[in-house]
C-alpha cells in the first residue's frame, strides 16, 4: 500500500499489527513512526514501551524474542527495526549477524495483539524473491513512502499549515517549492517560520516567501540552467554574483552545474524513447518535480548543446583544480561566453 492509505488508516485510527516501510522518503517515514508513536504510547510510558534495533546489530530471534514478550505496565508495545538486510538485497551487513527469516514467518501469521512491529527499509524497495518479503506483501504489510509529486507536496505544506491556523496562498507554496525544492524535512523548516511570521490565523504570501525564505544553493544553480537556457547572460551572472555573496565556492557550484546539465542530457534522451515522466525518475534518481521541472526546460536545448556545455565544464574544472584558470573568474567567463555563443 502507499503512505498516503497508512496515514489515512492512523487518522482512522485502524493500526496493523506489522508494519514494513520501505522507500527513500526518509522524513515521511519518521513522521510516521512518530505518529504511531502518539497514538499507542503516553509519554510518560516510552522509555518501558519503544524498543529500537538494527538488523546489522541483532538477530531476527532477538527481535522476535522481544515482540512476544508482553509489555510491562503498559497496553501496548512498539518495537521499531532498522533493516537492510532481512527485506532487503543482502549486502556486507548480512554476514555479521546469522539471521533465521523463519522465525519471523512465523510470527507474521500470528502477530502478538500487545506488539506493533515496524520495520524501516531504506531502500527504493524490498528484494522480493526473500519469502519474508512475499509474505508481508501478501499479508499487506508493505508501506511504500516514494517521494511526493509536487501537488501532494503543496497539499501536504498547505496541511502542515492548516495545523498551526494558518492558510498558505497557491501562489506562495509554487514559490515555496521553487525556492527550496522537495526535501520535506527543509519544507517543513520554512513552512514553520512562515506560519509563525503570519501569526495566529494569518495567511502566508507569495511575497512573504520571497522576503523570508532564501532559494537553496541547489535551487540557484537550476534556475541558474534556466537563464543559461534563455540566453540571458545577466540575470545568469547576477545570480552567480548572489552565490558568491553567500560564499558558495566555484568549484562547488561547476559540480552542480555538471550534474544539472548530465541530468537534463539523461532526461532528453530517455524522453526521445518515449519514457515516462515517472519512469524518468526510476531510472535517473531525481524525485519527479524536479524531472517535470527540468523537462519544461530541456526544450531550449538541442542533445549537441547539452554534450558541448558538458564538455566545456569538464574542462573548466580541470582548468580550476590544476590553477591553470582562477576559479572565480573561470566560471563568470564560461557563464559569458555560454550565453553569447548559445551554448
Not at 82 to 109: C, N, Q, T, W
Not at 231 to 246: E, H, M, N, V, W
Amino acid at each position: 500500500m502507499e503512505s498516503g492509505q497508512v496515514f489515512r488508516e492512523l487518522r482512522e485510527g485502524k493500526i496493523r499489527p506489522v508494519y514494513v516501510c520501505c522507500g527513500m522518503e526518509a522524513y515521511r517515514m519518521n513522521e510516521f513512526t512518530e505518529q504511531l508513536v502518539s497514538r499507542l504510547v503516553e509519554p510518560e510510558h516510552r522509555e518501558m514501551a519503544i524498543m529500537r534495533y538494527n538488523t546489522s546489530e541483532h538477530s531476527i530471534d532477538e527481535i522476535i524474542d522481544e515482540a512476544e514478550t508482553l509489555p510491562f505496565l503498559v497496553p501496548h508495545k512498539l518495537v521499531i527495526v532498522r533493516d537492510s538486510v532481512v527485506f532487503a538485497s543482502s549486502g556486507k551487513e548480512a554476514a555479521k549477524i546469522e539471521h533465521r527469516p523463519e522465525r519471523l514467518l512465523e510470527y507474521m501469521r500470528s502477530p502478538m495483539e500487545t506488539t506493533v512491529l515496524v520495520f524501516i527499509v531504506p531502500h527504493e524497495k524490498l528484494d522480493e524473491r526473500k519469502k519474508v518479503s512475499k509474505a508481508a506483501k501478501q499479508s499487506d504489510a508493505v508501506v511504500n513512502f516514494s517521494p511526493l509529486s509536487a501537488e501532494e507536496l503543496m497539499q501536504w505544506v498547505a496541511r502542515r499549515a492548516e495545523k498551526q491556523r494558518r492558510t498558505i496562498e497557491p501562489a506562495a507554496l509554487t514559490e515555496l517549492l521553487r525556492r527550496v525544492g522537495t526535501d520535506m524535512a527543509a519544507l517543513a523548516a520554512e513552512t514553520d517560520k512562515l506560519c509563525l511570521h503570519a501569526g495566529e490565523n494569518g495567511t502566508v504570501t507569495a511575497q512573504s516567501v520571497a522576503d523570508l525564505v532564501p532559494a537553496s544553493t541547489e535551487q540557484s544553480v537550476f534556475k541558474l540552467t534556466e537563464e543559461i537556457a534563455a540566453l540571458r547572460t545577466d540575470r545568469a551572472l547576477a545570480i552567480y554574483y548572489d552565490l558568491l555573496k553567500q560564499r558558495e565556492e566555484p568549484i562547488k557550484l561547476t559540480a552542480l552545474l555538471v550534474r544539472q546539465f548530465r541530468n537534463m542530457l539523461f532526461i532528453k534522451e530517455l524522453s526521445r524513447q518515449g519514457y515516462t515522466p515517472q519512469q524518468i525518475a526510476g531510472q535517473t534518481g531525481l524525485h519527479p518535480y524536479a524531472v517535470k521541472m527540468m523537462g519544461e526546460h530541456i526544450r531550449s536545448f538541442s542533445t549537441d548543446r547539452l554534450a558541448r556545455i558538458l564538455e566545456r565544464l569538464a574542462e573548466l574544472d580541470y582548468a580550476m583544480k590544476t590553477g591553470r584558470v582562477e576559479k572565480t573568474l573561470g566560471l563568470e567567463l564560461f557563464l559569458m561566453e555560454t550565453g553569447a555563443r548559445g551554448g
